[in-house]
């Protein structure tokens, strides 16, 4: 079946630096791609979205890379602060109906 | 403007009760989805709610139901419950034709 996953449980890295979270997915008819960060005790909140016509875009501090050949997508993240420490998880609807799939996430903890 | 709400924050319930929660969507909006939460998991999605019929549903057995009102809020009602039952249930709200679903800061349901 379809699945979105991602590489790391845990990413553990300096403040200040940046930040790259990986994600691969299955489905290649996927055309359209969330990043979410869940903070300890909130629900999921939305960072950035990419369609799969475009191959980056770019947020606040934020950059959001899609392979289509090899159906992986990350998610960097510039001058990584504190308030950044979250988990992460890249989303993929379902067909067209916005069931998403989300893959298991990666833990972000930054170091001060 | 008010974000998704849910109610209540916490529950705990024994083994073989039944429990609804509940979920108000942001304003503007008339879809509700509910996903369910292992701990250290991503979101599973439940089921999707429109026009107070359900449109689409995972792989959830009958035991959970739902249910949407015409002020497009929408409970979650589940019978049963086993211990596997815990976890955190989110209500996520989007438009029709949008893209992006906007996540409650969940129910963290407890079974014992």
């Known amino acids: 079946g379809e699945s979105v996953g991602l590489h790391l449980p845990t990413l553990s890295v300096q403040e200040g630096d940046n930040s790259i979270i990986n994600c691969a997915y299955s489905?290649?008819?996927?055309?359209?791609f969330i990043w979410y960060k869940q903070e300890s005790g909130k629900g999921p909140q939305f960072i950035i979205d990419i369609r799969s016509n475009m191959d980056k875009r770019q947020g606040q501090r934020v950059t959001v890379l899609l392979n289509k050949t090899v159906k992986h997508l990350s998610l960097q993240i510039a001058a990584t602060q504190p308030g950044d420490s979250a988990v992460y998880f890249c989303a993929a609807p379902r067909d067209s109906s916005y069931k998403l799939i989300f893959g298991s996430g990666t833990r972000l903890l930054v170091r001060p | 403007d008010a974000g998704v709400t849910q109610s209540p924050t916490h529950l705990i319930k024994t083994r073989g009760q039944q429990v609804t929660l509940r979920c108000s969507p942001k304003s503007g909006h008339d879809t509700v989805s509910w996903y369910q939460q292992a701990l250290g998991q991503g979101p599973q999605f439940i089921f999707q709610?429109?026009?107070?019929?359900?449109?689409q549903r995972g792989n959830f057995p009958d035991r959970f139901s739902g249910h949407q009102f015409p002020n497009y809020s929408s409970e979650l009602n589940v019978n049963a419950l086993l211990l596997g039952d815990s976890a955190l249930y989110l209500c996520?709200?989007?438009?029709?034709?949008?893209?992006?679903?906007?996540f409650g800061p969940g129910t963290r349901l407890t079974v014992t």
């Open positions: 489905n290649s008819a996927s055309d359209y």
């Open positions: 996520a709200s989007s438009r029709l034709a949008g893209s992006e679903q906007y």
């Open positions: 709610y429109y026009e107070e019929e359900e449109r």
